[in-house]
């Protein structure tokens, strides 16, 4: 709890006018036996960065034979940490910068 207070007060010394703040909770990795053929979601990045400008692409996969009963997964979010403008984003579904 020390430690959450901590970074909370930390991010609002940072940003006073700011309404919330984004908190991780909880991270975690999956390891698995038969590697992405257990996933639920399967992802993979492109990464290319030059001097001038960083691109990333993200392709995903939904593995409902990975779940002992397929069910839609809801609210997936990826998240990450720009530095920088972002002058351009493209999303396929749309999505939201």
């Not at 940003?15 to 992802?43: C, E």
């Not at 960083?54 to 990450?80: E, G």
Request: charge should be positive; proline fraction near 7%; aromatic fraction near 8%.
């Amino acid at each position: 709890m020390n430690a959450l207070t901590s970074l909370l007060r930390k991010q609002a010394e940072g940003n006073p006018s700011a309404s919330y703040f984004n908190v991780d909770m909880i991270k975690y990795q999956v390891n698995t036996l038969n590697g992405a053929t257990t996933s639920p979601l399967q992802l993979v990045s492109y990464w290319k960065c030059e001097d001038n400008h960083t691109d990333l692409r993200i392709d995903y996969k939904y593995n409902p034979h990975a779940l002992a009963s397929p069910s839609p997964l809801l609210n997936v979010n990826v998240m990450v940490p720009v530095d920088g403008i972002v002058k351009n984003m493209q999303s396929k579904p749309q999505g939201q910068w």
